[in-house]
């Protein structure tokens, strides 16, 4: 395949990955989490995190036999004899922005997470201990006359 194949490929996934990560960081900051969409991208993330580690090898491959070293400086200079500056100059742009998304979103995560653990520790003092059994059945007949079975 050649470089320019490449490039307008691995923009391609690039800008899907970059939607994805859009998509998740609406659902993280949403209300009501949607577990199950969120699955479904992490799935669509994966794939594309594979595709991309693979058209990138093939890249630096292309890179390195045709002359023009390693890293990006040598990346820079082999789209430029090729005359496709621009396409790997909007490649880096969004590598960027999907790093910062994807650091946000964990971000994101990283808060939920203990946000949750606050509520979960909140509710064991109230309760004087461990709400639930390793089998998820209440260890209590009830809180202040009020059943806690559902």
Known sequence: M???SLLADQRRHLEALDAFLEEERGLLNA???DGKRLGVIAEEKQTLLTTLDGIEASRRAQQ?????G???????RFAEAIDAG???QRIRELAEHV???NRLNGHIISQRLEQNQ???DFLQRAVGGSTY????KSLRQGFGGISSSA
Request: no cysteine; net charge negative; glycine share 20%.
């Open 86 to 88: 621009e396409s790997w």
């Open 118 to 120: 606050q509520a979960i």
């Open 31 to 33: 209300g009501e989490i």
């Open 133 to 136: 059994g390793p089998k998820g």
């Open 2 to 4: 050649s470089l320019t």
């Open 99 to 101: 790093r910062q998304t």
């Open 64 to 68: 390195r036999d045709a002359g023009f």
């Open 70 to 76: 390693e890293g990006s400086q040598g990346a820079e």
